[in-house]
């Protein structure tokens, strides 16, 4: 049942190939400090760091920087991002990056005016800002995460192991987003399949909860048919400009609470993963390829009616003749041979996973009861191990 609830996403997006034009413009709504913040050097070999400098340029910004936000931010670079912000007596932060970029940039503009330790506040004790908070904007490079509409914001803690988000409201979420597919062409394959395959389990998170019929059920089968035959040509032509708007559109509607509504979620594929980030710090689509199909294959029998509309609906697979087990058990085989054309990671232990990490992933795996069987610490490690 979709009950009641309130629909508003107030971050504003540019598509397309003209969007960083509207840069500009909304630059005036935002005061004259402005943060500009990016990672580890892609957008200075893409040419965008220089059009983006140039355009605050001509706007009169005074620009401070930080450089380097790494692939899963850690609490100290947040730490660092606070500190330069309140020194540059920021009015607005610019991410030009991935997940990564945009997520710490969020991270930070909560914690600038904000006396409390930011990772005690937002990610021990999870409560909600209580000062005031620094717009963001993002320019995306990345397709994913779905951060650039969405109030997420992950951060690692190496010291304590544990890679933890924070959903925050409508009031961190970025004021504008700007998408332009044609940034994402010079992604590395590994991080283009990574990106791909988030998106996707971002919406099998949603999908995968509840025994409902409504419409987020419909938009996510959409959404997953779609990006299964962008990411296919996408994979044998990276240049492919559809099919990279295709992906970015879709990585965006995964993940801006729109699929969440009337339904319960799941995350549990997410909590695993973070676990294996926290102890790897591999790359975050890549952790959920590598546990999602033990863990699907694991709760299959208690949520078979969906996991055989998926099947059907989402692969095409014929339900004649077959069961609700063997059409469901087809539809897992169907996304393994497609996660498998992309050349995803399928075993945690390509990510570095030793066996004597186990116990410590599986204690660092936040249990969350949304999805078709609640888990135990058995189980979490029942999956780790058939995930190695
Ligand atoms: O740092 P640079 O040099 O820019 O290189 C990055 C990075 O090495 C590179 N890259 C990005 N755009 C590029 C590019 N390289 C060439 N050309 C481009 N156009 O790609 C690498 C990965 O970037 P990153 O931002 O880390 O990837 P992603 O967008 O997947 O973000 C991952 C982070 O987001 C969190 C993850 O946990 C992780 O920390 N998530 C955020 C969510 C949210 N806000 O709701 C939800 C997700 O489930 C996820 O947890
Ligand atoms: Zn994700």
Redesign the pocket.
């Known amino acids: 049942m979709l009950g009641n609830f309130t629909y508003h996403n107030p971050t504003k997006l540019y598509f397309g190939e003209d969007a960083l034009g509207y840069l500009k413009d909304e630059l005036k709504n935002y005061g004259s400090n402005v943060l500009l913040v990016?990672?580890?050097?892609?957008?200075k070999?893409?040419g965008l760091y220089d059009e983006i400098t140039a355009i605050l340029g001509d706007a009169g910004k005074n620009v401070a920087e930080v450089a380097g936000?790494?692939?899963?931010?850690t609490v100290e670079k947040l730490n660092e991002g606070v500190k330069t912000a309140r020194e540059n007596k920021t009015d607005f932060i610019l991410a030009v990056?991935?997940?990564?970029?945009?997520?710490y940039s969020k991270a930070v503009s909560v914690s600038v005016n904000c006396g409390d330790d930011p990772w005690e506040k937002y990610y021990i004790r999870f409560e909600e800002p209580t000062c005031d908070i620094i717009p963001v904007g993002c320019v995306l490079?990345?397709a994913?995460?779905?951060?650039e509409m969405?109030g997420?914001?992950?951060i690692?803690n190496h010291a304590t192991k544990q890679?933890i988000?924070h959903?925050f409201g409508d009031d961190v979420m970025p004021k504008f987003s700007i998408l332009n597919p044609k940034?994402?062409?010079?992604?590395?394959k590994y991080?283009m399949t990574?990106?791909i395959y988030?998106i996707m389990n971002?919406i099998c998170e949603q999908y995968f909860s509840g025994e409902d019929d409504n419409t987020s059920d419909y938009i996510s089968e959409g959404l997953m048919r779609g990006l299964i035959t962008a990411s296919r040509k996408a994979v044998i032509d990276p240049t492919d400009y559809e099919a990279r708007s295709n992906i970015m559109w879709t990585a965006t509607w995964a993940?801006n609470t729109l699929v969440a509504k009337g339904k319960s979620t799941d995350w549990m594929v997410?909590m695993l993963g973070?676990a294996v980030?926290a102890y790897t710090d591999a790359?975050?689509?890549m952790t959920l390829a590598a546990v999602s199909l033990p863990y699907y294959r694991y709760i299959m029998p208690y949520g078979l009616k969906k996991f055989a509309r998926f099947a059907a609906e989402v692969w095409g697979i014929s339900r004649e003749g077959k069961t609700d087990e063997q059409l469901a058990e087809a539809g897992l085989a169907a996304m393994e041979n497609w996660m498998k054309e992309l050349g995803l990671v399928m075993k945690i232990s390509e990510l570095g996973v030793t066996g004597d990490m186990l116990e410590g992933i599986a204690d660092a795996t936040l249990i969350l009861d949304g999805g078709y069987k609640i888990f135990d610490r058995n189980d979490v490690m029942t999956v780790l191990k058939a995930s190695m």
């Open positions: 990016y990672g580890g050097g892609s957008i070999k893409s936000v790494m692939p899963n931010p990056g991935g997940g990564s970029v945009c997520d490079t990345m994913g995460t779905g951060s969405n997420g914001a992950v690692t890679k988000g959903v940034y994402t062409m010079t992604l590395p991080q990574a990106g988030d971002h993940l997410h973070q980030g790359t975050h689509g």
